[in-house]
């Protein structure tokens, strides 16, 4: 994401249960209409036919829900406790998908995630786990393998700033950055397209930002992390086309955060004057774009591209 000064440049970025549902199904109706038969006067006219209907409706309703659930794609996204990564993991979960939302620190808010979706009726995990380190990368897909067998989608999220400009910034600061931003990108990558491979299908969505495309003072590791990514996005897509694997980079431009939330009104409103559309982004506004290359089947034929999702700042 970019930012407007070199000091707030980082704070403006920032199963069987089918069949056995079924089956109970099923016995519940042998018995409701085995009574029946025997002169019960749930079949005398006017009486018990709507209620074998109704029966019969609330079955075929939990059978299809169960197999829904079954069906529903499981999604990883990583840095998903807070910000952007956790809109996308909200609106993934809502929309039926199961979420495993990965958080290094912050396992409070990753819980709160997880109890979000849950109360709107899908499934989530949480996985505490540094993603620039390749254990607990395999720790994480492990983890998603043993609760649903599978991996449909991953979200490359996470990510940090550390800005300062280039002539003050220390080698620490460059490392923390391309090691969250990049390196995590390539270790979740490359464990997750082992599973993908094997069933010819998968959408990896990687969050890149603006300042990838055009740079930004002060952010030369974070521009010079998400440049990476985007250059790492493309070649992918052309190395696993041929499997099915469909991999996007979005770029989101200035969104609304707890942290540009902490910026003063006057460098809001200069802020504000560099984008077109004279505001900034919502973190939901960029979740709908994951959610539509994650879930829908028009953006099946879209792969290697990035899109910018910034209020008309790159043009």
Same mark, same amino acid.
Request: no cysteine.
């Given at each position: 994401m970019a930012t407007a000064t070199a000091a707030a440049a980082a704070a403006a970025v920032s199963s069987p249960a089918a069949p056995r549902a079924a089956a109970t199904a099923r016995r519940g109706f042998v018995t409701f209409g085995g009574g029946a038969s025997r002169s019960s006067p749930a079949l005398r006219p006017g009486r018990g036919l709507s209620g074998v209907r109704t029966h019969v409706a609330a079955v075929e309703q939990a059978v299809a829900k169960d197999a829904t659930k079954l069906d529903a794609p499981v999604v990883i996204v990583t840095g998903a406790s807070r910000g952007i990564g956790k809109?996308?993991?909200?609106?993934?979960g809502k929309a039926g998908c199961k979420v495993l939302v990965n958080y290094a620190r912050s396992s409070k808010e990753a819980e709160d995630v997880a109890k979000e979706i849950e109360a709107a009726g899908g499934e989530a995990i949480t996985f505490g786990g540094d993603v620039s380190k390749e254990a607990d990368v395999d720790s994480m897909m492990k983890a998603a393998l043993d609760k649903w067998g599978t991996i449909d989608v991953l979200v490359n999220n996470a990510g940090i700033t550390r800005d300062t400009l280039l002539m003050r910034m220390k080698k620490?600061?460059?490392? *923390?950055v391309i090691d969250l931003n990049l390196t995590a990108v390539f270790l979740c990558t490359q464990a997750v397209t082992k599973v993908m491979m094997k069933k010819k299908k998968g959408i990896i969505i990687n969050i890149a930002s603006v300042v990838g495309v055009t740079g930004n003072v002060g952010q030369a590791n974070y521009s010079a992390a998400k440049a990476g990514v985007i250059g790492f996005t493309k070649t992918v897509a052309r190395e696993y086309a041929s499997r099915n694997i469909i991999v996007n980079a979005v770029a989101p431009g200035y969104i609304a955060s707890d942290m540009t939330a902490?910026?003063?009104? *006057?460098?809001?409103k200069k802020l504000v004057t560099t984008i077109p559309l004279g505001r900034l982004g919502e973190p939901e506004e960029v979740a709908g774009l994951v959610e539509f290359l994650a879930l829908n089947p028009a953006a099946n034929y879209i792969t290697g591209q990035v899109l910018t999702i910034d209020g008309g700042m790159v043009m």
């Open positions: 809109a996308i993991a909200l609106a993934l620490s600061q460059w490392q *923390d902490e910026l003063g009104e *006057d460098l809001m």
